[in-house]
């Protein structure tokens, strides 16, 4: 953009425009409001002065009349003609004989401004009457008839006109341009500073800003933007220093993060060791919802079997996953220990997370299950049947027969949340199947049923149901696939708000 278009659009020249403009047409409306005072001045004033000039010679023209005497008639005349105004003069007796005439010669033909203006005060007539002794017998004796030249009466309004418009707008000009002094000074300037000073603001350091000092102003409405925009910098800076100090911390935390998920990886069974269990096939999935999840599960060797494990801290991210690697921790080291009693088991679990959790001022608790599987061996036939012990309170477990029958068991009545009390010990239970060849029994998080899709459906324990006696025939790795793809369906475009966490047992 050129200087001089800038100039043209800054507010300076607008204001300025604006006010020269404003002050104009009213300085015109006034002299046209003056012209028209002027107008009406005349049209009084020129039947006034008529009336009285003719009265001056209304003797004269009386006697002229009355002795038929051409000479003074024609005095009369001159004498009135020489003023310019009158246009036609006509002197006459009673009989209407013509004493005394005058007209002017190549007059200009009137406009129709000026006829509209004067043409009706024009035309004047006075009767000439000579006195008699009696009062009531005097005689006229003739008539004087005028009539006035419109253009030199609109001569002299015209140039009165002119001058009064002149000085109308001279003095409208001279307040446009001292009112558009004040105002320059007053606000524009102080505009411009301010507008200055706004462009030296930092962006990375707002409250570093110095406000202009503005004289005058301190108190008034240019003040107060000064001051609140000096507040609003100063807002500015703790904002972005808070943002900083955000993102330092979220960078922290997404280290510290980042090292949970890879922990909480590592420690998830592989799949050669789940291809290493002899007479049962084992799959499992895990997705979180957040970065680090609050479901868990495991798989673990024994002696004497597998055993099963698998929960839902509440809530998730962290402290959840925190609380996961602490439960993972104490089964392993319980399995490795050679314990055998499941209650005993949870009973340790609850304690040991209990008491961690209160350290950690956290209030996390979870469901869990554990299942323990042992191969049953008769004489003479191979690994074609298992034995299958539950105990704890998480979701159900779901049971499906080569057959198609299909059986939940309710793990309500198995347990208690571990780590809401300090013993649990009270609450445990047990209960045990025996697992015939190509049975399916399945495990899961309530990820699995909660998930919603786009209008807020969930995908619900019966579907669940309906999708494992469907693919029951598949294997155990074809039953979780099949599971997980059907989940995603139901989801579509949903967001993830829980964990999803599924395991597959299928007797060899």
């Known amino acids: 953009m050129s200087t001089a278009s800038a100039r043209i659009g800054s507010l300076t020249f607008r204001q300025a425009a604006v006010t020269v403009v404003v002050v104009l047409l009213f300085g015109l409306l006034g002299g046209l409001i003056e012209l028209a005072t002027e107008w009406r001045s005349i049209r009084q004033q020129v039947p006034e002065q008529t009336r009285s000039t003719l009265e001056l010679v209304r003797g004269p023209a009386t006697t002229a009349a009355y002795q038929l005497n051409e000479t003074l008639g024609a005095e009369v005349a001159d004498g009135l003609f020489a003023d310019r105004r009158f246009h036609v003069i006509t002197l006459r007796d009673n009989f209407g004989t013509t004493i005394a005439e005058r007209e002017r010669a190549q007059a200009p033909e009137p406009g129709p401004l000026v006829r509209y ?57 001279g307040i446009a341009v001292l009112v558009v002094i004040i105002f320059y000074f007053m606000i524009t300037r102080p505009l411009l500073r301010l507008h200055g000073a706004i462009g030296r603001i930092d962006p990375a350091n707002p409250g570093q800003w110095q406000a202009p000092r503005l004289r005058l102003h301190d108190n008034d409405e240019l003040g107060q933007v000064t001051h609140r925009l000096q507040g609003l910098m100063g807002a500015f800076q703790r904002v972005l220093e808070q943002r900083d100090q955000v993102q330092h911390e979220n960078a922290r935390m997404g280290a510290e993060l980042d090292v949970s998920r890879r922990i909480q990886h590592i420690v998830l069974p592989s799949n050669d060791e789940l291809a290493a269990i ?17 479901d868990y599960y ?26 996961m690697l602490m439960i993972q921790s104490a089964v392993r080291t319980l399995v490795a220990h050679g314990e055998q009693d499941m209650t005993r088991v949870m009973t340790v679990l609850n304690a040991t997370i209990y008491n961690n959790v209160e350290r950690m001022g956290s209030g996390k608790n979870l469901t869990l299950a554990l299942a323990d599987y042992r191969p049953i061996r008769d004489a003479g036939e191979s690994d074609a049947r298992g034995h299958l012990r539950i105990t704890g309170q998480h979701e159900s477990v779901i049971v499906v027969r080569a057959d198609g029958g299909m059986e939940r068991i309710d793990t309500d009545a198995l347990g208690f949340p571990i780590g809401l009390v300090e013993d649990v010990a009270e609450f445990m239970a047990e209960t045990e199947l025996t697992l015939q060849a190509e049975d399916v029994v399945v495990l899961y998080t309530d990820g699995i049923t909660e998930a919603a899709d ?20 598949g294997s155990a790795d074809a039953i979780k696939q099949a599971v997980v793809d059907d989940v ?12 999803l966490t599924l395991v597959v047992l299928k007797q060899g």
């Open 117 to 173: 203006l004067f043409s009706d005060i024009t035309d004047y007539r006075i009767d000439l009457v000579r006195a008699g002794v009696i009062p009531e017998r005097d005689q006229q004796v003739g008539e004087l008839t005028v009539q006035l030249d419109e253009t030199e009466i609109a001569a002299g309004f015209l140039d009165r006109g002119i001058v009064v418009v002149l000085v109308g707008l001279a003095r409208a000009l």
């Open 278 to 294: 002899q007479g049962l096939q084992i799959a499992a999935f895990m997705e979180p919802a957040d970065e680090v999840g609050g």
């Open 298 to 323: 495991d798989i673990l060797r024994h002696a004497d079997g597998v055993r099963i494990a698998i929960g839902d801290v509440t809530g998730h991210g962290l402290e959840s996953g925190v609380v």
């Open 454 to 473: 786009p209008r807020h459906r969930l995908y619900g324990e019966a579907r669940l149901m309906d999708c494992i006696h469907t693919h029951r025939r």
């Open 488 to 499: 995603r369906g139901h989801i579509d475009t949903q967001t993830l708000y829980d964990d």
